[in-house]
């Protein structure tokens, strides 16, 4: 079994920063690409940032500038650098990873969301 948890959600002002993490577990033998998606009420889920495993980074263009997505291989973990945050940034912020797990398998992986709002 394979389990995401995310942390680091909450409320902000507008022009804050928050700091999201997302620790893999389970039988994992490897994984791929990480990554943080968004979805706002009424719109479907949409791609914030990915990391691939050797450190190349990919940003939607409403984010870059402001998110910075990192990794820390040794701990099965990516997080999200959100800094000059907009209201429109308020989502539900899923994390993502490609993970070669227990069934010797490429498999896909969510975990179950974290809030984010700002709001003044």
């Known amino acids: 079994q394979v389990q995401l948890e995310e942390s680091g959600g909450g409320l902000v002002r507008p022009g804050g920063s928050l700091r999201l993490s997302c620790a893999a577990s389970?039988?994992?033998?490897?994984?791929?690409?990480m990554g943080w998606y968004c979805q706002a009420p009424g719109k479907q889920r949409e791609l914030v940032a990915t990391?691939?495993?050797?450190?190349?980074?990919n940003y939607a263009d409403s984010v870059k500038g402001r998110f910075t997505i990192s990794r820390d291989n040794a701990k099965n973990t990516v997080y999200l650098q959100m800094n000059s945050l907009k209201p429109e940034d308020t989502a539900v912020y899923y994390c993502?990873?490609?993970?070669?797990?227990?069934?010797?398998?490429?498999?896909?992986?969510w975990g179950q969301g974290t809030q984010v709002t700002i709001s003044s």
């Open positions: 990391i691939t495993r050797t450190g190349n980074t």
């Open positions: 389970g039988s994992i033998l490897s994984i791929d690409i």
């Open positions: 993502n990873a490609k993970i070669f797990d227990y069934r010797r398998t490429w498999n896909d992986y």
